[in-house]
Every structure is written in C-alpha cells, then in structure tokens.
C-alpha cells in the first residue's frame, strides 16, 4: 500500500471535528473533514453555554469556525457524506479507509469520528414547526429563555419524572404529561406534588400556536392545556453507523466508549464530541476535538520517531 492520503481524516464538522481540524492543522497534519452538513441544533433559534458565543446562530458559529480553518492550507473541507469506512492492516500499520458520498475512497493514518446524535423526537402532529422555538429537550441550552412560563414536560417513567423535578429551575408552572398511564411509585408522587407539578395523563393529539410560539397542547379526548413551551425527554441515536461498523464497543447509554482522550478500543480511531458522551454539550464537544487531536498528533509523532 503506498503513502496514505491524509494523516487524519475527520468525519463531521460540528465543534469537535472543526476543534480537532484547526489543532491538528496548526501541527501541520494533512488533514480532510468530511461533513454531510446535518447538523443537530440546527432547529434552534442559538446556541448556549459556550462562552464568548452565548445565543450565537448555530448556522454562525459554524461559519465561523470553518473560516478559522482558511489560513491552514494543509486542511481541507468536503461537504460530502462518508458511508463507509474500515480498518487497512497492510505492511505492519494501522490505517484506514473511507468511501465517499460519490464512490472514491481515500486513506489515512488515523480516524476520528465527530458524527453526533440524533434527537428522535415524539410523534406528535406539529411538533415540529415549534422545535427549537418553543419546544426543546435541554433546559441547561434553553431553560433560561423559558424562565418562569407555563411549561409542559413531555416524557413517561424516570426520564419524565427527572426532567420536570430538573426544570422547577427555571419555572415553577410545570405539568408533566405521561401521554398514557403513568406508573409512579408513591415515592415519585409525593416529590412531584411536593413541587406542585400536575401529572396529565391523557393521550397527547396536536400541539398549536403560531410564529414558532407554542400556545396550546391539544389531547385526544379534545381538552387542551395553554403553555408557553414544552420539554420532552425522548431517546436519540448514533449519527452514523460508522463507529458499529468499525467494530466500536457501546456504553448502556448508547454512545460509544472511548477513554482518555478520545481513543477508543480500536486501534488509530478516536471519537469525539455528543457521539460519545451523555454530556452533550456544544463546548464539550470542541473540548473533546482539542483532546483527540493532541493524542493523534502525539501519536502520529511518535510513529514518525519510530
């Protein structure tokens, strides 16, 4: 097998694969970033909690970060999906291979996966004209500009349960709607009344209002309840299939196992940001990027020691 195409190639460009891409373009890796331009906050009105870029457009912030990237001319950026990729164990060296949204198939030393999640949202007619507007599943990303309004927390079980105790936070006019019979303990009960959170139990229909303003949630049994927004705790998934194919190993959470700095159980492959993390968190993310490309440079390094 000849020279490898790149040093590293980055599958995704949200904060952490932008973050890896600029430390390890400052190294002077060849480095390619591939991203399908899917991105999973691209609903919300901004984004929160990175300091410096508190209630930036999501859209901006990218735009940014992949400007910050121009001076390194050994980086390039594709916008282009990577569907397959896999383990080279040619001539004693770890390297992979990836197959493009258009067929061609480049090489690199080593992998990092920044692919995300992505949110399953209920399916609940409407929804999502208001998703990211008025109807979000992170208080810590928009609790605060929901303070002190009519909220509704969506979710059955624990996670329901956990998010309405976890909004009273920021608002204090809570109804928790278990769309269907709820199955607390008499424990569970005691702490929602305690806080003074209703628990609705009737079927969920349509949500409604108008602007990206949520203004009512509608029931199957036609009773509505007026609110000003709503949180819901769903599941979510892996943003690719890359990290199973590639023969990562999985936490009980779904995301996957990675170690001290990103690494994961298989050789030369890293992944970083909300794939990996129940922490999902945009600064998080970039932190995580930095982390994976310090160990891949360190351990391209080495390598080139050797």
């Known amino acids: ?7 590293v190639v980055i599958v995704g460009a949200g904060p952490a694969g932008l973050s890896a891409a600029l430390l390890l373009g400052r190294a002077r890796r060849r480095v390619l970033v ?12 901004g984004l929160h909690c990175y300091l410096t870029r508190d209630g930036i457009d999501p ?14 001319e050994t980086v390039e950026l594709r916008q282009t999906e990577v569907t397959d990729a896999r383990r080279l164990l040619e001539g004693g060296a770890d390297n992979f291979e990836v197959t493009l949204s258009n067929g061609e198939r480049l090489t690199s030393r080593k992998l990092l996966l920044a692919t995300g999640v992505i ?22 990303c928009d609790g605060w500009e929901m303070r002190d309004e009519p909220l509704a927390v969506f979710g059955a079980g624990e996670n329901g349960l956990g998010l309405a105790l976890e909004l009273t936070f920021w608002s204090r006019n809570l109804v928790l709607l278990t769309d269907g019979q709820a199955e607390f303990s008499g ?21 409604e209002g ?33 990290p199973q194919k590639l023969g990562c190993k999985f936490t009980e959470q779904g995301c996957v196992q990675t170690y001290d ?12 940001g909300d794939a990996s993390r129940f922490a999902q968190f945009a600064i998080v993310a970039a ?20």
């Open 261 to 272: 700095y990103e690494r994961t159980d298989v050789p030369g492959l890293y992944v970083a």
């Open 34 to 45: 591939c991203d399908a331009g899917h991105p999973r906050n691209a609903p919300s009105h």
């Open 210 to 242: 108008s602007g990206g303003v949520l203004e009512r949630i509608v029931f199957a049994n036609g009773e509505s309840l007026a609110v000003r927004g709503m949180f819901f705790s769903t599941t979510q998934r892996q943003g690719s299939d890359l």
């Open 287 to 306: 932190s995580e990027g930095a982390l994976a490309a310090l160990a891949i440079n360190t351990e391209l390094m080495k390598e080139g020691l050797d």
């Open 1 to 7: 097998m000849g020279k490898p195409n790149f040093d």
């Open 119 to 140: 949110d399953e949202l209920p399916e609940i007619e409407g929804l999502s004209e208001f998703y990211g507007t008025s109807i979000f599943h992170c208080p810590y």
């Open 59 to 72: 859209r901006e912030f990218l735009r940014l970060g992949r400007e910050e990237l121009r001076p390194y």
């Open 187 to 207: 424990e569970d009960i005691q702490r929602l009344e305690r806080r003074n959170i209703p628990v609705n139990e009737h079927k969920v229909s349509r949500v």
